[in-house]
């Protein structure tokens, strides 16, 4: 059953503010009715958004504030000035207790910090990561880490897979998600040190909540090879990137293969419903929506630049990350997983 959850959301953020975040969330409504929202910015644009949308209205409170967050603006310099910002107050709701998760579409760098600064890291996490769903050929994966942080150790990479297990767990509903560690090549002696590092200790560690398959590639992912696909957030960026841009260009290939000649657009025609459940397989809309992980508390990220639809998918998913109970069932994974490291250790080192 449905229980009542409440979202803050950074109606500022992202390339189109209250006009997309605010109709965005009523889509949000209509899938699940037991939302409400609190809504963090400019109250009188707000609410000419919520006079259109009277069953969100009245789902809804407006708190306002004229303090607000640019997205070209660094990381330092928003933090600087954070305090009272839309993005800030949507952050602080969770911390607060007012809201159960955070959305905004707004500068990642900057939500990043503000929320690693509010929120505070799970005991054990120096640096939280940003995962993504990743949709493949037979459903859907958990990427991370795709642009948070730049490097990591062989430690930061377990604990991605750590992380990355546990919202499969939420999401997905699998016990035991199976992982992988993106890597150049399958062989165990591919790989920076720190990949191969991390690959030992995941092998050689018992009873992980998690079903290790060791090194994938690149094309892997797409295939559904593993729940969890586990990066460096310098790679993982352009990965997601990448895949992004790719998808695009296959759908304009489409389109212009399908206008060359009167056969082929009779063609197009005949296939219009096989073209439709493609488009919608690769409208990036439907998984928009990145989580911050290792983080007391829960905050997603949607892409700066989307649609209503694609901020409706990214409010879905807050909702879902609210329902798992996600946080104490990681904490506790992380705890056991340290200990194990630790016992590894001492009976090596004796």
Same mark, same amino acid.
């Given at each position: 059953?449905?229980?009542p ?8 953020? !992202?390339?189109?503010g209250?006009s997309v975040?605010?109709?965005g ?5 209509e ?5 409400s ?6 109250e009188q644009?707000?609410?000419a958004?919520?006079e $259109?949308?009277p069953?969100? &209205? &009245?789902?809804?409170?407006?708190v306002?504030t004229d *303090? ?7 990381p330092s ?8 910002s839309?993005?800030?107050m ?7 207790g007012e ?5 905004s579409?707004?500068?990642t760098g ?5 929320s690693? +600064?509010?929120? *505070? ?12 769903i990743?949709? #493949?050929?037979? =459903?859907?994966?958990i ?15 377990c /604990?991605?897979a %750590? %992380? ?7 999401? @997905?509903h699998?016990e035991r998600?199976?992982?992988? +560690?993106?890597?150049?090549?399958v062989?165990e002696v591919k ?7 991390? /690959?030992s200790?995941?092998?050689?560690t018992?009873e ?7 090194f994938i ?7 559904g090879?593993?729940?969890v ?5 310098? =790679?993982?960026?352009?990965a997601?990137?990448t895949a992004?841009?790719t998808?695009?260009?296959?759908a304009e290939y489409?389109?212009? &293969? ?5 056969l082929?657009? +009779?063609?197009?025609?005949l &296939?219009?419903?096989? @073209?439709?459940?493609?488009?919608e397989?690769m409208?990036? $809309?439907r ?6 992980l290792?983080?007391?508390?829960i905050a997603v990220?949607? /892409? !700066?630049?989307?649609?209503?639809? !694609?901020?409706?998918s990214a409010v879905?998913?807050a909702?879902? %990350?609210a329902?798992?109970h996600?946080?104490?069932?990681l904490?506790?994974d992380? #705890?056991?997983?340290?200990d ?6 001492d009976? #090596?080192?004796?």
């Open positions: 059953m449905s229980q959850r409440t979202i803050a959301l950074d109606a500022m953020g !992202g390339d189109h209250p975040v605010v109709p969330a009523a889509l949000s409504l899938r699940s009715p037991a939302l929202f609190i809504f963090y910015g400019d644009a707000i609410r958004e919520l $259109r949308l069953a969100l &209205a &009245a789902r809804s409170r407006v306002h *303090r607000v967050i640019g997205m070209s603006e660094k310099q928003a933090l600087r000035r954070g305090k009272g839309s993005l800030w949507t952050i602080d709701a969770v911390r607060n809201a159960d998760v955070a959305v579409a707004g500068n900057a939500f990043m910090a503000m690693k +600064l509010i929120l *505070r890291p799970i005991k054990g996490i120096e640096r939280p990561a940003l995962a993504a990743w949709p #493949t050929v037979k =459903a859907e994966c990427v991370l880490d795709v642009g948070a942080n730049i490097g990591a150790s062989s430690r930061e990479l /604990h991605l %750590m %992380m990355g297990a546990a919202m499969a767990r939420a999401l @997905f699998i998600p199976t992982v992988g +560690l993106l890597n150049v090549g062989e790989g920076v040190d720190e990949v191969r590092e991390a /690959h200790i995941l092998k050689s018992a992980l909540p998690l079903d290790y398959r060791g590639e690149g094309d892997q992912i797409g295939q090879s593993v729940d696909v586990v990066v460096e957030g310098f =790679a993982g960026n352009i997601l990137k992004e841009g998808a695009k260009q296959i489409l389109r212009a &293969a399908m206008r060359r000649t009167w082929s657009k +009779l063609g197009a025609v &296939a219009s419903g096989g @073209f439709r459940v493609l488009k397989k409208d990036p $809309r998984v928009n929506g990145g989580t911050f290792g983080l007391n508390g990220k949607s /892409h !700066g630049g989307t649609d209503a639809l !694609g901020f409706a879905d998913l909702y879902e %990350m329902q798992s996600l946080i104490p069932r904490t506790a992380l #705890t056991a997983f340290h194990k490291l630790e016992a590894t250790t009976t #090596t080192a004796g």
